[in-house]
Each structure stands twice: as structure tokens, then as C-alpha cells.
């Protein structure tokens, strides 16, 4: 049954336009250890990767507006939001370790051409608004921290395409370990701070019990926000691609096996440690700002000075706060432009079969994200306000364009066809997916719905 399943795979790979980043797909060597810890280490590093879409900067505004605005309410969201991750970052990294194919060229394999380029045309508009995102945040940390002003730091984000071109220079388990140390960077930050800002803890862990008032409309839409910022769609073609990264015997069906159970533990491991990241940055919000006037709180800019304003943060605001929230702002940043890269070059090639110099794709990618973000504020005056505004929104687009990568995921995966017997999704996992989709599904349609009404 295996090679039956090797056979069509093959197959259906060769028809899809080859490896997935061919660069570096099966480049990274895996020892054939029996122990559970030597094991995880050498499959660990995709998960990381994978995790930073999961903190990057549009969570900032989200997370830490969401506790601003609403205390520790949206704590059950931030839980729901990542246990969804975990379920739909294991089904991307199956099917690319399975199959041999991202989900981008899966897609293209499987789908008519007018369906595949619809699918691809909102991937790339998730992926913009992804770029937005980084663009933003790092353009405000440079403005933070060295005084850069926000048309000149924008302009500078362009060239952040020369950092990814240094890295991949180095190999994959480099980009992995340096991922890795920016990610803990993020999380001793906003441990500190947290730390320092004594949260009510009772409330935060009772909250993670969902309740009725998140339907309201306001909080409905942070919460949605929420979503958007933590369950990503571009992160299913990513982890779909880098799962393929490992070098093991695909013929062989008990390597195959270790492959997927290893690559889920450090999925899952990466996903937790973003899952308290994301907590962290709204207990920030609630424990320091909760009942404080939100129009002071409404960007990076604002937040940065709060941490450092007695009357706003209380009797631990200090400029090393502030400091550090930056510094934090600007790793995050860097983190999911590295992510952002890889990914744009799986769908571009997946979906159309396109292949360009890496320094090419980046840089059109990241100038078409610059174009919006630069006549934003332009038009505003250099406003952060209005930028952070652009920000929020992109979220919640994000988390409009989810089912488009939800659904396709779901029905490769759940497909004996292409999945084989063996690997196919089971049956809860199936029905807890379509579940999923469809409740978020409502939930933007409803949103949606609300924001056309509501300009009449």
C-alpha cells in the first residue's frame, strides 16, 4: 500500500512542478536515533518557523488592544484561536510530508484552473496583508528606537530582502536557530513586563472559559481580529513546504511515520510557546491598561509611552519598558519577514509555476505591500494612528481569507486518494475541521454583514 501511495505521489508531484522550495527541500539530515529527545531535535526548527506567523506584529495590536478594551474576556479566544492552529498546522505538515507536495501545488493539482486562481489570487492578498503587518511594525520600532521617521522606515523595510539572502547562505538550520532565539527574545520580553505588571490572574484563567458577551459587536470584531493575527492562512502553505526539509528514507513506511510524529511534537511545542506569547500580550493590555482611556493606547507609539507613564502604566512605568516592548516590536518584525519570504516563493511557484531569483520575488512582494502603507501615510500626515488602523484591518481580512485555505487542506487531506489509508485524516479530525471552518465562516460573514450595514 505504500508504494502504491509513493507511486501516485510521485506522480502527482512531477505534475505540480517539483519539490516544493527546491532549495532546501530534503536538504537537512536526520539520524536514525531511536531516542524520543535525539529525535525531536533533529525534526525541530519547522515549527519555529511556523510559530512566528503566530506573534507577529499584527497580534500586538490585537492582543494587547483586546486587553485594553476588555480585560482578560478574550483569553478564551486566544486558547480556541491556537488549538485550531495546532490542528490545522498538523494537517499542513502531514500532507506536505505525505504527498510530497505543498498545499499551494496540491491545490493546483487538484483543482480546475478557475478555482486555482481564485484560490491563489486571495492567498496572495492574505499574504499582502501579512506584509502590511511587518512593514508597519518594523517601520514603528525603527521610529522607536532610533527616530526614524515612518515614510523613511517604510521605505526602509524593502530592503530587509538582503537579510533572507544572507540567511539562506547559511542553510536552513541556521535561519531555524536564529528564528529560534528571536522568538525567545519576544517571550522574555513579555514575561518581564508581565511580570512587572502583576495581571489578575484568577480572572485571566477563568476567562479562558469562553462567554456569551464575546458575541457582541465590538468584541466580536477584536475578537475576530484576534483570529485573524493568530491563525494564519499563508502558515498552512509554509509548514505544508518546510515539513519536507527533513532528509529521511520516504520509501521506507516507519520513517515516514517518525517524520509526521515528530514534525506534530514540534508544531505543537512552537505553537504552545506562541499561544503564551499571545496571552502574555494580552494580560499586558488588561493588567496595565484595562479601565484607561483607549484613545492613549491606540498604537505602538502610544503604547510605548504608557509603558514609561506613571499615570497610564502605574508606579513600574520606566523607559526601560518601553525599550524593551520596542526591541521585542523590532524581532517580530524581522522574524516574519524571514516567514514571509519563504512563503511567498511556495505559493508563487506552487500556484502558477512561476520561478524567479529569490532577491526578485521578495522585492516585488514587499513592494506591492509598501505601495498601501506608503500613500496611508502619506494621506494621513504620517500618522501611526492611521497606520495602526491599516494594521487591524489587515487582520481581520486575514481571518476572512482562512476558509479559502481551510477548506481545500481539509479535503486533501481527508481524500484516500490522495492521503492513502494509512495517512488520511480520521474521521474526528475531519469533523473537527469542517467545524471549525464553518463557525468561522459565520462568524465573517457576520462581520462582514455588520460593517456594510453599518455605513447606511
Not at 25 to 32: E, S, Y
Not at 70 to 99: E, R
Not at 266 to 274: E, V
Request: with cysteine.
Amino acid at each position: 500500500m505504500t508504494d502504491n501511495v509513493s507511486t501516485k505521489t510521485s506522480k502527482l508531484t512531477g505534475y505540480a512542478n517539483g519539490p516544493s522550495l527546491e532549495e532546501v527541500n530534503g536538504t537537512v539530515a536526520v539520524p536514525k536515533e531511536k531516542g524520543f529527545l535525539k529525535n525531536l531535535i533533529a525534526f525541530s526548527g519547522p515549527g519555529a518557523l511556523v510559530a512566528v506567523g503566530y506573534m507577529d506584529p499584527g497580534n500586538w495590536v490585537t492582543s494587547i488592544g483586546g486587553g485594553a478594551k476588555y480585560g482578560y474576556l478574550l483569553m478564551s479566544v486566544i486558547l480556541i484561536s491556537s488549538l485550531i492552529a495546532m490542528l490545522l498546522q498538523y494537517m499542513a505538515a502531514k500532507l506536505g510530508i505525505v504527498t510530497q507536495m505543498d498545499l499551494a501545488q496540491a491545490t493546483r493539482a487538484h483543482t480546475t484552473k478557475r478555482i486555482g486562481a481564485v484560490l491563489w489570487i486571495v492567498t496572495e492578498l492574505a499574504i499582502m496583508a501579512t506584509d502590511i503587518a511587518e512593514v508597519i511594525g518594523g517601520a514603528i520600532a525603527l521610529q522607536l528606537l532610533f527616530g526614524v521617521p515612518l515614510i523613511l522606515g517604510v521605505s526602509l523595510t524593502v530592503f530587509d530582502v538582503l537579510l533572507l539572502l544572507l540567511l539562506t547562505k547559511l542553510g536552513f538550520r541556521k535561519i531555524e536557530a536564529i528564528v529560534l532565539c528571536l522568538i525567545t527574545v519576544i517571550l522574555v520580553v513579555f514575561a518581564y513586563e508581565v511580570i512587572i505588571a502583576q495581571p489578575n490572574m484568577g480572572a485571566a484563567v477563568a476567562n479562558f472559559i469562553p462567554r456569551t458577551e464575546i458575541m457582541h459587536p465590538g468584541q466580536l470584531t477584536m475578537a475576530l481580529g484576534i483570529v485573524g493575527a493568530t491563525v494564519m492562512p499563508h502558515n498552512l502553505y509554509l509548514h505544508s513546504s518546510i515539513s519536507q526539509t527533513r532528509k529521511f528514507d520516504r520509501s521506507d513506511p516507519k520513517e515516514m511515520a517518525r517524520a509526521v510524529k515528530f514534525t506534530t511534537w514540534d508544531s505543537n511545542i512552537q505553537l504552545f510557546g506562541a499561544f503564551i506569547i499571545n496571552c502574555l500580550l494580552l494580560l499586558l493590555g488588561a493588567a496595565m491598561f484595562f479601565g484607561k482611556d483607549a484613545s492613549q493606547l491606540g498604537t505602538f507609539g502610544n503604547l510605548y509611552a504608557a509603558l514609561q507613564d506613571n499615570h497610564l502604566a502605574g508606579a513600574v512605568a520606566s523607559p526601560v519598558l518601553s525599550t524593551l516592548f520596542a526591541v521585542a516590536l523590532l524581532a517580530s518584525g524581522q522574524n516574519s519577514t524571514i516567514t514571509g519570504t519563504l512563503t511567498g516563493q511556495v505559493i508563487m511557484e506552487g500556484f502558477v509555476n512561476l520561478k524567479m531569483p529569490l532577491w526578485v520575488r521578495r522585492l516585488v512582494t514587499r513592494l506591492i505591500s509598501v505601495v498601501p502603507v506608503i500613500v496611508c501615510t502619506v494621506l494621513y500626515g504620517g500618522s501611526e494612528a492611521a497606520l495602526d488602523n491599516l494594521l487591524v484591518n489587515s487582520q481581520v481580512f486575514l481571518s476572512i481569507a482562512l476558509p479559502f485555505s481551510m477548506i481545500p487542506l481539509t479535503i486533501f487531506t481527508s481524500s484516500k486518494k490522495i492521503m492513502g489509508e494509512r495517512w488520511v485524516n480520521k474521521r474526528w479530525i475531519t469533523v473537527l475541521a469542517w467545524a471549525c471552518t464553518i463557525i468561522l465562516t459565520i462568524l465573517n460573514i457576520q462581520i462582514i454583514w455588520g460593517s456594510v450595514t453599518g455605513l447606511f
